[in-house]
Every structure is written in C-alpha cells, then in structure tokens.
C-alpha cells in the first residue's frame, strides 16, 4: 500500500503519523507492506506546506519504507531548471539517512522532462525528438548531472528543456547504491523510456515489490 498524502497540515502532523503507523498494523496482519511519499526535505523543520506535515523520523519508524519524492524542483510553474537534480538528491538522502534506516528509504527517481514555456510534461523520448525536430544540440549539466537544451519555436519563442537521460538516470541508481538504500521507485512507469530499462536489466537484478 502505498500512500502519498500532500499538503497536510503542521498540525496534523502526529494524526497522519499516527493513521500510518495504524495502516501499516492493519496492512502486515493481511500480509501487505506499507510506504509512505515524503515530500523532499533537507530539515526537520523545513517550512512549507508539503514539508511541515511530514515528520520524517516518525513516519519511518511506523511504516514499512518510505519512498522519498526526490523530484519536482525543476516545474510547470517554475523557472527551466532540472527535475531532479543529483547534487539537490543528495542533500536530501543525506537528510533522510539522519532520520531514517537506509533499509527503508527508497529514492524517487523521475521518469520525465518539462518543456518550457508550455506547462506540458514530456517523456524523455519525447525530449530527444523535440531536440532532433529543431536542430538543437543536447547540453549536459555536470553539476545537477542533467541534460537539458534550448530552442526557438515558429512563434520566435525560446523554449528550454530539462529531461533525463541513461546519464542522469546511471548517476541516481548510483547514489542510492552509494548510501546502501532499499531500492527505488519511479514517477512513472507509463513514460516512454527504454534506456531507463536498458540501464536496470544490463546492471541490476531486479526485485519488485
């Protein structure tokens, strides 16, 4: 069972921690395990309503593992900047590894890019295409170990792009192999993404759960 619950209260804090510890109880009795979404965080008490209600200690104690939703800091609505960016992951599963067991932390890796300025999700395939469609030469950002690229639409308007790569993708599943983590778990598996696949059966065996 898995449970991503946003924007709870700061005041709910203890009440969710507590329907996830009384979850996970029901769940176990029936043979299921239980994982709880935490929104990324580098603070205990980060500020925010995605962060407040989430006591990171707390919740992986009483769940099963946690999945921890390293991705978003590139948005729709934000400015261009990489979905999930490897130094930002890091801070984040070092935060988590002070709170939480590496045997219950499980990286979020996403499985998507953002074209902007249109408030439109791509697949990586997607991406590429894009790329190849307008002659624009794919840049690879060694900080965030991201690839992103810009080009001009037939409006004259400059759009950049963030996506992920057999690169970026490699240097994610090698921080969570870095820091002895459960395992991972994509935002989303109905992406079109082959060389994700590709990378996961040429270096991993593989155990769903």
């Not at 969710?16 to 990324?40: I, K």
């Not at 902007?116 to 030469?137: D, G, K, T």
């Not at 820091?179 to 155990?207: D, H, T």
Request: charged share 20%.
């Amino acid at each position: 069972v898995g449970v991503d619950f946003e924007y709870i209260l700061k005041e709910d804090r203890d009440l969710f921690t507590a329907f996830v510890r009384e979850l996970r109880v029901r769940m176990n009795e029936e043979g299921y395990l239980v994982s709880v979404a935490l929104a990324p965080k580098t603070s205990a008490e980060q500020p925010g309503l995605l962060y407040e209600g989430k006591d990171y200690e707390a919740l992986g104690r009483v769940a099963n593992s946690v999945l921890v939703m390293t991705y978003e800091w590139g948005y729709t609505y934000g400015p261009p900047m990489a979905v999930a960016p490897i130094n930002k992951v890091n801070e984040v599963v070092e935060y988590a590894l002070t709170r939480i067991s590496s045997s219950k932390i499980l990286l979020g890796v996403p499985t998507y890019g953002y074209d902007w300025p249109l408030p439109f999700e791509q697949s990586p395939v997607e991406c590429i295409r894009i790329a190849e469609a307008n002659n624009a030469e794919i840049q690879f950002d060694t900080v965030a170990q991201s690839p992103w690229f810009r080009y001009t639409d037939n409006e004259g308007r400059l759009h950049e792009v963030w996506f992920e790569d057999p690169r970026s993708i490699t240097a994610k599943l090698q921080l969570a192999e870095r820091y002895n983590l459960s395992g991972i778990g994509y935002w989303n598996l109905m992406r079109e993404f082959p060389q994700n696949l590709v990378i996961l059966n040429a270096n991993y065996n593989i155990i769903t759960l």
